[in-house]
């Protein structure tokens, strides 16, 4: 008793435990980790990440917190570096006593600390659109899987009879998982892929493919692009001549932030494969933007990867109050079935895979740098994260 009321690290159920992850739940409050790039390459996209998942701890404190309990964040910058994030996630499980963790961007941050999260049985919610192929009983995936963005993107290409695609992507997991996954596609569905090319992430040297995406003639352009890199891409995409109506390019790491970064005159008619925008209707998107204007600032807009990690933390508030417990077996064992009315439309947790069904949704970039909705699946789609139901995908995994 001495020990808890110093503020001793204690299992979930308040117990000392020789349990690799300890949760401190010894006073009045619980503590979550927020993992994201606040400096680097990623922190044009990771910032605001960081901020949606505070503003949804705000509201959720506001309310009365959880189990009694108000949420209090640890926040940690990964830097942009991989090895940092693994460091950053094992210290807020070891010492910090995080009930669970929410943040990484890149497919490469997150395999970094998949093992950690795995090893400590701590949990972590994953905010972003990712390449598929991958579950792990410590990560809930609450971004697009490859058959709720990837696949329809390439559907939609398709139905405008644009065949011929050429592949531009930074060098890592992500966009050469994706493109082997878009390779497989097109050879199944009469589709042509006249190039493939790679840039480091950060790179801002694309005169190069720029030039050889021109030459190919190709009908479209599908961009994995991340982070900075993206700026400097689209500079040379408008340098070479190439428009969204002589060359479209669909994007699926480009949001409303990274837009306003880029820069219209860059950007406006190009293609985005989202499951959100801010610009989707329904009164709790309507609150959620109110909101987050209102906390930092009317010029800020709201994006895809933003409110997927806003979502997250209303998830797992629900995951552990049907629980009764933060133990993240528990919380694991209750998921199967949540559901939570989104800014993105309703969304609900398959226990299974540990995915959410979420609606896909393809946007074309407007002047104003808002993405206006072009094409969305009616309903949500039900995640298949290892594309189970799509005979050309057999051999992926």
Known sequence: MTLSACGAK???????????????????TVKVGLLNSLSGTMAISEVTVRDSLKLAIDEINASGGVLGKKIKPISEDGAS?????????????????????????????????????????????????????????????TGATTNQQIVPALDYLK????????LVGS???????????????????????????????????????????????ADAVFNTLNGDSNVAFFKEYKSAGLTAKSMPVVSVSIAEEEVKSIGTQYLAGQLTAWNYYQTTAGAANAKFVKAYKAKY???????????????????????????????????????????????????????????VYKTARIGEIGTDGQIKEVWNSGKPVKPDPFLKGYSWASGLS
Request: with cysteine; aromatic share 12%.
């Open 159 to 166: 139905s405008k009879g644009l065949k011929k695609l050429y």
């Open 81 to 141: 570096d991989w090895p940092t994030f693994a460091e950053k996630a094992q210290k807020l499980i070891k010492e910090d006593g995080v009930a669970a963790t929410f943040g990484c961007w890149t497919s490469a941050s997150r395999k970094a600390v998949k093992p950690v999260f795995e090893k400590n049985k701590s949990l972590l919610f994953y905010p972003v659109q990712y390449e598929g192929l991958e579950e792990s009983p410590y990560i809930f995936y």
């Open 171 to 217: 060098d890592y997991v992500f966009p050469r998982t994706a493109n082997k996954e878009i390779k497989a596609y097109a050879k199944a569905n009469g589709m042509t892929i006249l190039g493939e090319d790679y840039a480091p992430l950060g790179s801002t040297e694309f005169s190069t493919i720029a030039n050889k995406v021109k030459a190919s003639k």
């Open 10 to 28: 204690t299992d979930a159920a308040g117990s000392s435990s020789d349990k690799a992850a300890k949760i401190d739940v010894s006073g009045d």
């Open 297 to 355: 600032g009317q010029d800020k807009p709201t994006s895809d990867p933003m409110e997927a990690a806003y979502t997250s933390v209303y998830l797992w508030k629900a995951m552990v109050e049907k629980a009764k417990s933060f133990d993240p077996e528990k919380v694991k064992a209750a998921s199967d079935g949540i559901t939570f009315d989104a800014p993105e439309g309703k969304v609900t947790v398959d226990g299974a895979s540990q995915h």
